[in-house]
């Protein structure tokens, strides 16, 4: 895909992270910085600081509402950094673009490394594991009221891929996401401040995720803002190739990217996670002039 000029940027610096998750007239985006050496998206791009903060800066500058700064490769089989290492990765880069006004989340599921970069001025923490992969996270983001990402998750991605297994993963998902709400709230989780997320790729095979993407809407109704991640991730790599083929590099998978922000937008979705941010602020234009021409009724097909 050729390049895309950015849009002027929108007025991100005047909403805080609370007033962020109350935005219902437009899906937000949120610019990924993977901060690691073996992300599947990126991996090794940004790795350097002053690269991964100058990537930070491009991702506002088109247009981002939300930088995920992350330390920690999620992809399958991906071994863990130590806390050392993965704290050394991420808190200048968080400090550098709260520093340039941005709203930063943290990707992390470590307390230490949630500390640390909320220290260094991250709004809000987003844990792949939902508060299951470190049993003091859920404490402390309760203590501290702040807003927290909690995405379906079956375990590390060590062996995830071998927990992909669902009678019916669309109503499974939903349900496991409404437990571990209701377990977060339970534990202290301001229910105002609670993003839920499906966890696409997260011990998902490629129908899991297309039935997950077909059934939008469905997630919508359990309540909450919702963040979809389909950026780049592998099941869209695979359209259009053969059986056994190898799948389109993650670096093609931008259309196929902006595509599936275009549902989310059309199911009401509160944000999407991804890393082409020009291109996903492009085609939410396109979705937002359309609503902004609607009757006052809901239109038939438009989810907010
Ligand atoms: N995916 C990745 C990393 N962090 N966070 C949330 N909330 N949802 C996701 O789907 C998600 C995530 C893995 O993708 P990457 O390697 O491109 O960051």
């Known amino acids: 895909m050729a390049p895309m000029t950015a849009p002027a940027p929108r007025d991100r610096t005047a909403l805080d992270a609370p007033t962020l998750l109350g935005v219902r007239e437009r899906t937000l985006v949120m610019g990924v910085v993977n901060v690691t050496p073996d992300s599947f998206s990126d991996g090794g791009e940004w790795f350097e600081q002053d690269a991964a903060i100058a990537h930070g800066r491009e991702v506002l500058a088109a247009g981002a509402d939300i930088v995920d700064v992350g330390g920690e490769s999620t992809r ?16 200048p880069v968080v400090s550098a673009l709260v520093g340039d006004g941005a709203v930063v989340s943290i990707d992390t599921m470590r307390v230490e490394v949630a500390r640390a970069a909320v220290d260094a001025g991250a709004a809000m923490v987003n844990d792949v594991s939902g508060g299951q992969a470190d049993p003091d996270m859920v404490p402390w983001v309760a203590a501290n009221r702040l807003p927290y990402i909690a995405m379906h998750w079956r375990g590390h991605s060590t062996d995830m891929q071998s927990r992909a297994v669902y009678d019916d993963v669309v109503e499974d998902v939903c349900r496991e996401l409404a437990s571990r709400r209701d377990d977060l709230v339970r534990a202290g989780i301001d229910e105002d401040l609670l993003v839920l997320d499906p966890g696409l790729g997260f011990a998902k095979n490629a129908d899991h995720n297309w039935a997950l993407m077909a059934a939008l809407p469905v997630l919508h109704d359990l309540g909450h803002p919702i963040l979809l991640g389909a950026s780049r991730k592998t099941f869209l790599g695979r359209l259009g190739r053969d059986e056994g083929a190898a799948p389109r590099p993650a670096s093609e998978r931008d259309v196929e990217t902006a595509a599936t922000s275009v549902m989310a937008a059309m ?7 991804v890393h082409d941010v020009a291109s996903t602020v492009r085609v939410l234009s396109v979705v937002q002039a359309a609503l902004d021409h609607a009757p006052a009724d809901e239109p038939e097909g438009l989810d907010r």
């Open 267 to 273: 199911a009401g979705l509160w944000c999407v996670r």
């Open 76 to 91: 399958p089989g991906a071994a863990r950094p130590s806390v050392e290492e993965e704290l050394r990765r991420v808190v």
